[in-house]
């Protein structure tokens, strides 16, 4: 019971301090004085990539399409010559061809 008293007290004198509290008055220039002070005083940060500009980015995405592009024409381009020499291959490998019309080989 004495704890619960107490506690009460200690809640009742921090209401008194918080009454008694005035309110500051301040220039009315001081935030904008604060926020000046802390914009002179802010380092620059430094860019990681600084070397990576726009220009070198699209030379970049460039380079990296064209290359693509060429894999791709080439890929296809090979497959078209050697598919056909494979299905031959694959044919006479297996004995798929056959010259007689007969179902039964």
Known sequence: MKNKEYINKQVEATFKVLDTIE???VNHF???KILQQIENNSEEKQQVLNWFTPKIQMNTLALVLILNASALLY??????NTSSINLDSFAQ???LQSETFSLIN
């Open 75 to 80: 890929a296809f381009s090979t497959q078209e």
């Open 23 to 25: 309110e500051v008055k």
């Open 30 to 32: 001081f935030k904008h």
């Open 93 to 95: 490998e297996y004995s």
